[in-house]
Structures are given as C-alpha cells and as structure tokens.
C-alpha cells in the first residue's frame, strides 16, 4: 500500500464518529377536527390510518439524521391536504390544482438525554407555489406534505444541532 493511501485510512480511523439514529415521536388529535384529512374512495378510518403511518414513517425517516439519543416529538395540531375532494360521477376524487396547497401546524420538541435543544408551538407551514416545484422522485402519497415537512427539517431542525 502507498503512503497515500495508508495517512487515508489512518485520518479515516482516527475520525470521531457521529452515530445517527435519533428517533420521532409523532402525535395525532382526531382527523375529524383536521382541516381537510377527507378520504376520496376510501374509509375514513382506514385513510386517516394511512395518513398516519405515512407522515410517521417519514418523520422517522428524517429523524434518523439526527445523532443519536436525540428525539423529535411532534404534535400536530391541523393538517390540510394539498387538493380537495370532489364529486366526481358516483366516486369521490381528490383533484390537486394551485388553490388547494398543504398545510400542517404542529408543535415540535428536539431534545437529547438531558437538555431540550428546540421547541415552538403552532409552527404553521404552507406551501402556495407546491405545484411549481420539481418532483424527484417515483410518485408516493402526501409527497407534497411531506416535502414540506422535509424542507422545514432542514431548516429549522438541523441547522438546531450546529
């Protein structure tokens, strides 16, 4: 091995490690009192339950960057699903156009062990110009929501841990 390549692997050792495994807490108040959680060709239950699970998902998905004993727990307050639900015939649909953006409110709390390193009650997000924006992506559920969620992470939440 080339001297190069052995100082590499010795930086690359000696390096302190940041383990990331932080962990979400998400809480959620009745989907009947949401501002639009309305299912289009589904139950009301069964579709609230895959809100759920989705934006759950992918809180914990986001919080795993954070380093690890750190905890995120997020309660959300309203919730407004990007589109509206419309007659459509004899189904419902829920048509997404420009008018109907997403918007979330919650409270958050980003702890670790021993100290709460950021908290704010009625964060309120909204994202008027989501359909002028660039999808990446394959098609998924509440990507627009979930976008938004991803880019006030970002922001607000990691820039917390400089």
Same mark, same amino acid.
Request: aromatic letters at 10%; glycine letters at 4%.
């Given at each position: 091995? *080339?001297?190069?390549? !052995? =100082?590499?692997?010795?930086?690359?050792?000696?390096?302190?490690? &940041?383990? +990331?495994? #932080?962990?979400?807490?998400?809480?959620?108040?009745?989907?009947?009192?949401?501002?639009?959680?309305?299912?289009?060709?589904?139950?009301?239950?069964?579709?609230?339950?895959?809100?759920?699970?989705?934006?759950?998902?992918?809180?914990?998905?986001?919080?795993?960057?954070?380093?690890? *004993?750190?905890?995120? !727990? =997020?309660?959300?307050?309203?919730?407004?699903?990007?589109?509206? &639900?419309? +007659?459509? #015939?004899?189904?419902?649909?829920?048509?997404?156009?420009?008018?109907?953006?997403?918007?979330?409110?919650?409270?958050?709390?980003?702890?670790?062990?021993?100290?709460?390193?950021?908290?704010?009650?009625?964060?309120?997000?909204?994202?008027?110009?989501?359909?002028?924006?660039?999808?990446?992506?394959?098609?998924?559920?509440?990507?627009?929501?979930?976008?938004?969620?991803?880019?006030?992470?970002?922001?607000?939440?990691?820039?917390?841990?400089?």
């Amino acid at each position: 091995m *080339n001297s190069v390549k !052995k =100082i590499a692997m010795l930086m690359f050792i000696a390096l302190p490690s &940041v383990v +990331y495994a #932080g962990e979400a807490q998400v809480k959620w108040h009745d989907f009947n009192d949401y501002r639009d959680a309305r299912p289009s060709n589904q139950t009301k239950g069964s579709y609230h339950k895959q809100i759920a699970k989705s934006i759950d998902e992918h809180f914990a998905k986001l919080s795993e960057q954070l380093p690890k *004993n750190y905890t995120l !727990k =997020i309660e959300v307050t309203d919730l407004d699903l990007a589109g509206d &639900v419309r +007659y459509g #015939g004899v189904n419902e649909i829920r048509v997404v156009e420009p008018i109907h953006f997403p918007r979330i409110k919650f409270n958050y709390v980003l702890s670790n062990e021993s100290e709460v390193i950021s908290s704010e009650d009625n964060v309120s997000l909204k994202d008027m110009s989501f359909m002028d924006k660039i999808k990446r992506g394959r098609e998924e559920a509440f990507h627009y929501e979930k976008r938004l969620l991803t880019e006030w992470f970002d922001e607000q939440v990691l820039t917390k841990l400089d």
